[in-house]
């Protein structure tokens, strides 16, 4: 199941809804498969977003430490070192290609 690649500390970005385009910080994996996200300033740690994987892009990056997720500003400091392409050494800052060849398909209307 696709939830079981997703893993807190994930860096995701979600591709549906009000917020598509926001990258978030999995923090949180729900017993249903749905995971918890944050971005440490409009969703807080203290009401994380409820989000399918399915309308997630998930990328290979993940802050295992759970440093990363202890509070709102360094869910703001991961996401920030993420976005600018630094890396930490047990952190891969490259995307999932599988997961980029998957989406280029749901967007020509499958392959």
């Known amino acids: 199941m696709m939830a079981a690649r997703i893993a807190v500390g994930q860096v995701v970005t979600s591709r549906a809804?009000?917020?598509?385009?926001?990258?978030?910080?999995?923090?949180?994996?729900?017993?249903?498969?749905?995971?918890?996200v944050a971005d440490g300033r409009i969703r807080p740690l203290?009401?994380?977003?409820?989000?399918?994987p399915r309308h997630l892009w998930i990328h290979r990056t993940c802050f295992r430490d759970p440093f990363w997720v202890a509070d709102d500003l360094h869910v703001r400091e991961a996401l920030a070192l993420w976005?600018?392409?630094?890396g930490l050494p047990e952190v891969t800052a490259r995307e999932d290609r599988a997961t980029e060849e998957r989406d280029d398909c749901d967007r020509k209307g499958g392959c």
């Open 17 to 36: 809804g009000r917020d598509a385009g926001r990258t978030y910080l999995v923090v949180g994996v729900r017993p249903d498969g749905r995971v918890l």
């Open 46 to 52: 203290e009401r994380p977003k409820v989000k399918n």
């Open 83 to 86: 976005a600018k392409g630094k």
